[in-house]
């Protein structure tokens, strides 16, 4: 059993920069792949990017050049640049057993409980 444990959320000017952290409180994620997922206010979870175990990475179209993913052995970080208001929402991340990059949510096993990312105009 896999528990994930986001942090690194908080309230930033647009412009800002902030980095999210995924820790694994229990079980190994070395193996798994790790996606990142958010859900702004009132809308739906929707997919931001995905590494896999050999380091892969694959973002979405709208934070492709703003967000970067890496991981080292039992953390998986995003590191969010030039954060818009658009990027308001809880930040989810999720292991996938398999190893390798999936872009829907149905495709992960375990997720953390989210952290709040807020970005004021």
């Known amino acids: 059993q896999v528990q994930l444990v986001e942090s690194g959320g908080g309230l930033v000017q647009a412009g800002g920069t902030l980095r999210l952290s995924c820790a694994a409180s229990a079980g190994s994620i070395s193996s798994y792949a790790m996606g990142w997922f958010r859900q702004p206010p009132g809308k739906e979870r929707e997919f931001v990017g995905a590494i896999s175990w050999g380091r892969r990475t694959l973002y979405a179209d709208s934070v492709r050049d703003r967000l970067t993913i890496s991981r080292d052995t039992n953390t998986v970080y995003l590191q969010m640049d030039r954060l818009e208001p658009e990027d308001t929402a809880v930040y989810y991340c999720?292991?996938?057993?398999?190893?390798?990059?999936?872009?829907?949510?149905?495709?992960?096993?375990?997720w953390g409980q989210g952290t709040q990312v807020t970005v004021s105009s």
């Open positions: 999720a292991a996938r057993l398999s190893g390798s990059i999936g872009v829907h949510h149905f495709e992960y096993e375990y």
